[in-house]
């Protein structure tokens, strides 16, 4: 009986400690908590679907709080470097499918859908010239292009106008390529080029510096026809209306900033908006009924903001801020643009 009892109470007692030890095991071993992060840095609207975008998105997981050995010392889990990829999705941020996989975009590349929503053109200073992606997710690269300050489509999709560097040149050049990346042809020589523009005309403005100065000219695509129109310290944002007729751009002189609408065949200019500050114009778009402007501006890490104005200059009314630059719906009548990793569209007619 005796010994019966103290076999009882040495079970009891290494069930205890084997409790105990599981416990202190959990607590020396913990695995962590899995959280989902999820980055979204550009949204691009679909000139022919009206409810179609395409995304620069990242997600991953990452395991805070584990535990090693029973000091508690907590393993590192720093989080990856942001790499974006192209998604297809729809307006209410359903995905409908990723377009690349090894494209590792950076939160500044340039997302832009050609005008019959059939491909998409990015460009980054992470990726090397241009890349041309189906909506199926066929990946083309714009020959021998090694750097892009600037790329609009043709009228027709067929071709891209691009200021951009090649292997065997290092400065910007005025250039066009085929829709599949292939064909580069220089358009002129000497200069260096900054933003470029395609008009429903066919006629390409871009902005070039020569001998110190800066100038805005147009040019036929088949490199004929150079016409300069104005001349400032620096040009920057061309954008043709959907009609052809008037040109936008922004100017910097040595106290402002300036928007400018020109009419093409007389070079009259009106000033649209204008800063005395240092703020920046980053982005100029046409709606595209051409009734309306979006301007996305910048003054600060902490101040950056979209607008919108009547084509006139009148009624300008704040959209966002904190935001990214906005993409005009196919029917004129709202902006998309992501607001702290959400795409959101607001109503601005």
């Not at 205890?16 to 202190?24: D, E, M, N, P």
């Amino acid at each position: 009986m005796g010994k019966d009892l103290e076999m009882t109470k040495s079970l009891k007692t290494n069930a205890l400690l084997a409790v105990l030890f599981s416990l202190i095991m959990l607590r020396c071993g913990d695995e962590g908590q899995k959280k989902h992060y999820k980055f979204i840095s550009a949204a691009e609207r679909s000139p022919t679907a009206p409810s179609l975008m395409a995304i620069s998105k990242e997600e991953y997981d990452i395991v805070e709080g584990a535990t090693s050995g029973c000091g508690g010392v907590t393993e590192p889990n720093s989080p990856p470097t942001q790499t974006f990829e192209l998604y297809l999705a729809d307006t209410s941020g359903l995905i409908l499918r990723q377009l690349t996989n090894n494209l590792e975009l950076s939160t500044l590349a340039k997302i832009r859908f050609s005008p019959k929503g059939d491909k998409i053109m990015v460009w980054d200073t992470r990726v090397a010239g241009i890349v041309i992606v189906d909506t199926l997710g066929s990946t083309a690269l714009g020959d021998s292009l090694t750097y892009t300050a600037d790329a609009e489509w043709s009228p027709d999709g067929s071709k891209i106008v691009c200021s951009a560097s090649t292997r065997s040149n290092i400065f910007t050049r005025l250039a066009t390529i085929n829709s599949d990346g292939k064909g580069y042809r220089r358009l002129i020589d000497s200069v260096q080029t900054g933003s470029v523009a395609w008009s429903s005309q066919n006629k390409i403005a871009f902005v070039f510096s020569a001998q110190g100065k800066t100038y805005l000219a147009t040019i036929n695509p088949d490199g004929s026809g150079l016409r300069t129109l104005d001349s400032l310290s620096l040009f920057y944002n061309t954008r043709w209306s959907p009609d052809g007729a008037t040109l936008l751009y922004s100017a910097k002189d040595s106290s402002s900033w300036t928007v400018y609408r020109m009419d093409i065949l007389t070079a009259h200019k009106q000033p649209l908006v204008q800063y005395v500050d240092d703020t920046r114009i980053l982005s100029l778009r046409y709606s595209p009924d051409g009734t309306m402007i979006s301007y996305y501006v910048y003054l600060n890490p902490n101040q950056f903001d979209l607008y919108v104005i009547q084509a006139d200059g009148s009624n300008a009314r704040h959209v966002a801020s904190l935001s990214t630059d906005g993409s005009w719906s196919s029917d004129s009548r709202s902006l998309t643009y992501v607001y702290y990793n959400n795409v959101l569209t607001q109503t601005v007619r």
